[in-house]
């Protein structure tokens, strides 16, 4: 089965600086890719997904992640982070019809 | 539509009692999940099931048990409570369509088990 690691288990950020958040998965033939968020004491929202085509995909409240077969990355980015970013964060595969998680990156923004 | 909701919210129970979680999506979708999330470890899939009458077993199924009677409807049941258990409970749904992959999940249910 597919897996996913996440590389950073916390990011401290002040408020207006970018973010990224690194994922790499383990190869396969084909993969999909998803970064969810989970805002305190909430359930998990999809962010964004890539199933295939264009490399760079764009998800909502302003972040991005862009696939890298070569590296098997599947980074995510924000330019510009508000106080509101402030949630964990989790990177996820598919495998078959259901989804392996990594072990989640809290992000923590600072005035 | 109300999405995917979950009952209870939060729960405390004594080791050895048992308790069934509700998860309930109105959505028709056809694929439901159990997941239970404990710090530093992401989200674990403890059952699924892919449609009325079915369900399988996921990463963590040990000490619990799932019905999917109703399409609408997956129960998580705990028959003997251990404080291993204590943890956030999270429940998902998915259309199977390909290209629909997303899952949708529900706010949790928090379960201390003393």
């Known amino acids: 089965a597919q897996s996913v690691t996440q590389l950073d288990s916390q990011v401290p950020v002040f408020e207006e600086a970018p973010v990224e958040l690194r994922c790499n998965y383990s190869?396969?033939?084909?993969?999909?890719l998803f970064w969810y968020v989970q805002y305190p004491n909430q359930g998990l929202q999809l962010l964004l997904k890539?199933?295939?085509?264009?490399?760079l995909v764009k998800g909502i409240n302003g972040f991005e992640a862009e696939f890298n077969k070569s590296q098997t990355s599947f980074h995510l980015r924000k330019p510009s982070v508000h106080i509101s970013d402030t949630a964990e964060y989790f990177c996820?595969?598919?495998?078959?019809?259901?989804?392996?998680f990594g072990a989640g990156t809290t992000v923590t923004v600072r005035a | 539509n109300a999405g995917v909701t979950q009952t209870p919210k939060f729960r405390v129970l004594k080791t050895g009692q048992s308790m069934t979680l509700l998860c309930a999506q109105d959505?028709?979708?056809?694929?439901m999940y159990w997941y239970r999330q404990d710090p530093g470890m992401g989200l674990r899939l403890i059952h699924y099931?892919?449609?009325?009458?079915?369900?399988a077993k996921g990463e963590v199924p040990d000490g619990y048990n799932v019905s999917r009677l109703k399409k609408q409807n997956f129960l998580l049941g705990l028959e003997s409570a251990a404080p291993s258990q204590t943890s956030v409970y999270f429940c998902?749904?998915?259309?199977?369509?390909?290209?629909?992959?997303?899952?949708?999940f529900g706010p949790g249910t928090r379960l201390l088990v003393l």
């Open positions: 959505m028709n979708h056809e694929y």
């Open positions: 190869s396969s033939v084909s993969v999909y």
């Open positions: 998902a749904s998915s259309p199977p369509t390909s290209g629909q992959e997303t899952q949708y």
């Open positions: 099931s892919v449609g009325e009458g079915t369900t």
């Open positions: 996820a595969v598919r495998n078959d019809y259901k989804l392996s």
């Open positions: 890539y199933l295939s085509g264009s490399t």
